[in-house]
């Protein structure tokens, strides 16, 4: 796991805690009952990341909708404001529906007692979906390896598999032409039914072959809409 204070330097951003004196974890454990509609969006290393803000303004219209998200390690690399493409992840905090930001650090926030809250135990339980926006090569092998080894594969690891897990795979075309990820993405999609794979599309990039980009963000929020069930 990453250095918060590294993160913070990079970002300016400082995971929020919900509530005056709540540690993450039971901040979500408060709010599972809350009558909304739960939206786990989960991005990791991809420059397909800065498209979470699109993403996530879109569901401005949804009143009835909280969003919490994930970011791993290498996410935030990508969420800086490097340039004028890449947002901030304060400035995802700020957007409608957002309700949480969770980092690697935000599982060992404080130290562990026994009956405490564990924060990758409660997002499954609160979320009523997860979408991982983009999910890389590396993530990859790690879901179909099961390894659970930062918040967002140990969420993965737990996940009550009668819900959906979407993904969208964002990487280069040699990366995804592989046949270690021909095979991993055929175990999510044909082996492991919990999982709805959004297969990516091909564009000029990388000096290469050209990447196999994320799917188009829109087409991705209305797949996520549809199986919320919050068309309006």
Avoid at 45 to 50: E, I, K, N, P
Avoid at 201 to 214: K, N, R, V
Wanted: net charge negative; glycine share 6%.
């Amino acid at each position: 796991m990453g250095s918060l204070a590294g993160v913070e330097m990079t970002t300016g951003y400082k995971p929020r805690l919900e509530g005056t004196h709540q540690v993450p974890a039971a901040a979500v454990a408060a709010s599972i009952d809350d009558g909304k509609k739960h939206l786990l969006l989960a991005a990791s290393g991809s420059v397909a990341a800065t498209k979470l803000p699109l993403i996530i303004s879109a569901f401005r219209g949804h009143q009835n909708l909280s969003i919490r998200l994930i970011l791993t390690e290498k996410a935030v690399r990508f969420l800086a404001g490097q340039s004028p493409e890449q947002p901030t992840v304060s400035s995802l905090a700020s957007l409608s529906n957002v309700d949480g930001i969770y980092l690697d650090e935000d599982e060992w926030s404080h130290p562990w007692k026994r009956d405490s809250n564990i924060l990758h135990i409660e997002l499954r339980r609160w979320a009523h979906l997860l979408a991982i926006v983009p999910m890389s090569a590396n993530l990859l092998a790690d879901i179909a390896g099961g390894f659970c080894h930062d918040l967002l594969t140990c969420v993965i690891r737990a996940w009550d598999t009668s819900r959906t897990i979407i993904v969208a795979p964002a990487m280069n075309q040699l990366m995804w032409e592989q046949p270690v990820a021909v095979k991993q993405i055929s175990v999510l999609t044909e082996e492991w039914k919990w999982f709805d794979v959004l297969s990516p599309q091909i564009t000029e990039a990388c000096d290469d072959l050209g990447e196999e980009a994320m799917r188009d963000w829109t087409g991705i929020v209305t797949v996520i809409e549809k199986r919320l069930m919050i068309l309006e």
